[in-house]
């Protein structure tokens, strides 16, 4: 069992900053992929960033150059900082993690066991 707790979100405007944090408990978090997915009102949960086990990152387009995933294994961290934020970005987001997941699987909400309880995220234009 590994428990997920997310802290981080809030107000802002567009173009500001926020960073996400998310708090791992239970297993040996390292051996554990990451990811962030986000889910904005009336909207599909879609996929933001993953960061495997051995710090590989990816993210979808729309992010690419603002958002950065890191992880933390000695404090059992995962972290998404966001800059450059835009209206399109307000959401609430979810941390998750999954036990070593096939890179052609990190993008899918169905390979991660584990989730937070979600942060909201609104960016005001």
């Known amino acids: 069992q590994v428990r997920l707790v997310e802290s981080g979100g809030g107000l802002v405007q567009a173009g500001g900053s926020l960073r996400l944090s998310c708090a791992a408990s239970?297993?040996?978090?390292?051996?554990?992929?990451a990811a962030w997915f986000r889910q904005a009102p009336g909207k599909e949960r879609e996929f933001v960033a993953a960061?495997?086990?051995?710090?590989?990152?990816t993210y979808i387009d729309s992010v690419k150059g603002r958002f950065t995933i890191s992880r933390d294994n000695a404090k059992n961290t995962v972290s998404l900082q966001m800059n450059s934020l835009k209206p399109e970005d307000t959401a609430v987001y979810y941390c998750?993690?999954?036990?070593?997941?096939?890179?052609?699987?990190?993008?899918?909400?169905?390979?991660?066991?584990?989730w937070g309880q979600g942060t909201l995220v609104t960016v005001s234009s």
């Open positions: 239970g297993r040996t978090f390292s051996n554990y992929d």
């Open positions: 998750s993690a999954g036990f070593r997941v096939p890179n052609v699987q990190l993008r899918q909400r169905n390979a991660y066991s584990y």
């Open positions: 960061i495997t086990w051995g710090a590989g990152g």
